[in-house]
């Protein structure tokens, strides 16, 4: 068991003896280590068994902070992050020598944001000095939006989890950078491809499916349950496999017979807000129920759908 509680004095001070915390954002929970101190910032690797080559957000307390690090940078980015943070926003600076290779997986580019949560954005303004967090599961499995999620996976690797209830967004930062001049999306999350776009204009989608290093959220399977996980039409779905114990994930439609199925909704009343609060919660709870296949339609394609489908279509690749 981890300690687990809502002293960011404490967390803050193991912080600085180079442990590790568990941190709550308003995306998802993350595991924090200093990120000037690369033996900190290795055990973060070793515990989520992370490939090194997969680097690692930084969190600032503000604007300022996240700039101090920061060699001069696009216009267009430091006006989404003046609009969005604190918020579910990732931008991608060129950094100073003060933030080390071993955090960006020796890019030149930082991922950097800042967090909406009260308590983590006290505990970045005792240390002054930003937090390397990836999201506080193991690689590949689904995120943690709870700190009992976390507990469950990392408790006994973890020196203290800050517990700040349950995240408020639940899909992980969207991911923003400039590439041959333009403004792009290297992953799609918490803010809207649409609130982007009222902000900065037009933006790209750079969401590669490969193994490509610049964004291995990208990877084609990630984020997923142990139990095969498929999409598609849920009727027919079910008629595929009459002889199996089945979840169903599924938005909207309340009155939909599913027959002996485990049914998870992700929002009754069809709001994407809603479902994406609910999803690696309820992808969790099916990955631990006796079902032994997981069945899930896909949402509307628009807003925070988009994103919760880009999840959905990892959480089911092979
Ligand atoms: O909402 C979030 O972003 C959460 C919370 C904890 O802040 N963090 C998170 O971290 O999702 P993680 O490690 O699970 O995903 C980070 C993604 C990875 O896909 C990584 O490749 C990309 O960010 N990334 C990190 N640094 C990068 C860099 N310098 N250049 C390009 N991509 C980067
Ligand atoms: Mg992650």
């Not at 990630?222 to 996980?229: E, S």
């Not at 809603?274 to 992808?283: D, K, Q, S, T, V």
Request: charged share 25%.
């Amino acid at each position: 068991m981890a300690l687990t509680g809502k002293n960011t004095e404490l967390a803050a001070s193991l912080l600085k003896d180079g442990k590790l915390v568990a941190i709550p954002t308003e995306t998802v929970y993350g595991l924090a280590a200093l990120a000037t101190n690369e033996k900190a910032v290795l055990h973060i690797f070793e515990v989520k068994q992370r490939p090194f080559f997969d680097p690692l957000i930084l969190h600032f307390h503000s604007l300022d902070a996240a700039l101090a690090h920061s060699l001069p940078a696009d216009e267009r980015l430091i006006k989404l992050a003046s609009h969005f943070w604190p918020g579910p926003l990732t931008i991608l600076l060129p950094k100073k020598d003060s933030i080390p290779g071993i955090v960006t997986s020796g890019l030149a580019q930082m991922a950097a944001r800042v967090p909406d949560h009260p308590l983590t954005l006290e505990l970045l303004k005792i240390l002054d000095q930003p937090l390397a967090a990836p999201s506080a599961n193991p690689f590949g499995y689904i995120s943690p939006t709870e700190p009992a999620h976390v507990e469950k996976q990392l408790g006994g690797k973890v020196d203290y989890i800050l517990d700040g209830g349950a995240c408020t967004v639940g899909l992980e930062s969207t991911i923003v950078g400039v590439e041959e001049g333009k403004l792009c999306i290297f992953r799609l999350g918490g803010l809207t491809v649409e609130e982007i776009e009222k902000v900065a204009g037009r933006v790209e989608l750079s969401l590669n499916q490969s193994g490509d290093p610049k964004a291995p959220g990208q990877l084609k399977s990630h984020y997923a349950p142990t139990k095969p996980l498929l999409l598609g039409d849920i009727a027919g779905l079910r008629a595929q496999h009459p002889k199996k114990k089945l979840a169903v994930i599924c938005f909207g439609d309340e009155h939909q017979d599913y027959g002996d199925a485990l049914v998870f909704n992700l929002s009754k009343k069809s709001d994407l807000r809603e479902a994406a609060i609910n999803l690696f919660r309820y992808l969790r709870q099916a990955d631990e129920s006796e079902a032994e296949l997981v069945l899930c339609s896909l949402l509307p394609e628009f807003g925070l759908g988009k994103a919760i489908n880009d999840r959905l279509r990892r959480a089911a690749a092979e």
